[in-house]
């Protein structure tokens, strides 16, 4: 890797991982192995195995066997957190190798996968505390001869299924927090970006993490994911993904063993400008609210909703934003917009463009797939003439397409910003605080920005409302998530007896 260049070269052959159980790789051997090959290249870059039932099988009883001798929950919050904060250290040692496997996997530019990395490190630096300070309640009000507690218990083996769009930030927003509660991991990255998770596996047994607490199984959602959410050993699962897949979720665990969920699932999210906002701060941001992460994204704004005097300048103002975005080679430290992350991704943007003109919308920019060469890149698409019954306005696209509706009152954009099955985030952009206050205060969403959007960091919590999921993850809301709570009451001195 050539670091003194603006464009990084391209590795010269895949990197073969094994997964991780128990503390070590467990190196492929005769296992069937997945080229991933880069979305923005199209060259093989890394070789990961394809685990079997039986190595998952082998995985939860590292995790199980760690969580039951208490060797990870057992230990004070001093000592969590000692390794915690030493993985938020080894994280920015190795902070370009990460950020490097990240882009070649996932399609993004090289230079936000270094600024998600630098915002995992700070997790982990979070969560540590978060380890010391993690605790119950108690109740002297009970009188002399009780006294009431309320401790937090770790919730037991947890398993982490993660997609593809932000393979180490959502990882990252999940296990620095679940390790501070005393929990145990199987993690199951997405087939096509496993690379970073394997990697945060190894870090963390470097950090000091016991062997089996954090297990990494590798291979398609279909075998191993579904493997993971029926198995009767797990005690509680978190899955980011997709809304289907959350639905299978929830069944299995009603099937199986009633396991505790976490589920971060899909976003159709709105962004709400009054015509008294900083328009052009307002079209920046609605600009990098849909192109970010060529709009694969869950929180990405997809929906702009503006009051009707300034849309069609407002539009334009987007698109002018968008017309200079650098689209691009992800390795390039100039790119702001990479591939797109799997060519069943590509094929699904596509289809949702060609259905939105097929619908009635018109085009104001973008549209078309770009071609460098090679790789698959879409250009930022923005439609107007956009009615709330379109596809391209309900549907969740995972793409750079930004659909535009005009608005007359407050009433009828709160209603427009909650027309939707989903509730995960939502922005705003007004000048006046009355009006930006209604709005924060009536939107459902779970994660709300007024005058900026995509904000966020390890303090605050995040998750959504209606459909798009259950819980929180981050914060010390993310940590009690992993716990459950226990009552105690204490007899102080000698019991009433029942029978005299
Ligand atoms: O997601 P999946 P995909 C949405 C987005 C996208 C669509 C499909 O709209 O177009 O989902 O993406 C694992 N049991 N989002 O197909 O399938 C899988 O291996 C257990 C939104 O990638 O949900 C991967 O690790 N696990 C979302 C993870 O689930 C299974 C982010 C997510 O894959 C499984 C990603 C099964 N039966 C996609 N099947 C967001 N809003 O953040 C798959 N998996």
Redesign the pocket.
Known sequence: MDTSSTRLSLPSEPRAFGFFVDGAFVPAGPREVFERRSPGHDVPVTRIPKCTTGDLDMAVDAARAAFDDRRWSGLGGQARAAVLLKAGALIRERAEEIAYFETLENGKPISQARGEVAGCADMFDYASGLARSLHGDSFNNLGDGMLGLVTREPVGVVGI?????FPFLILCERVPYVLASGCTIVA????VTSATTLILAEILTEAGLPDGCMNVVTG???TI??A??EHPKVDMLS????T??GR??VEAAGRTNFKKLGL????KNPQIVFADADLDDAADGVAFGIAFNTGQC?VSGSRLIVERPVADAFAQKVRDKLSRAVVGDPLDEATQIGAITTDA?NA?ILSYIEKGQAEGARLICGGTALDFGRGQYIAPTVFGDVTADMAIARE?I?GPVLTVMPFDTVEEAIAMANDTDYGLAASVWTKNIDKALMVTRRVQAGRFWVNTTLAGGPELPLGGFKQSGWGREAGMYGVEEYTQVKSVHVEIGKRTPWIA
């Open positions: 299924i993660t997609p593809w769009n199951k990255p997405s087939e398609s959602g279909s994911g579904q993971l959410i899955f980011t993904g997709s289907a897949v299978r979720v971060e699932l899909g976003g869950c991704q699904t969740e995972f």
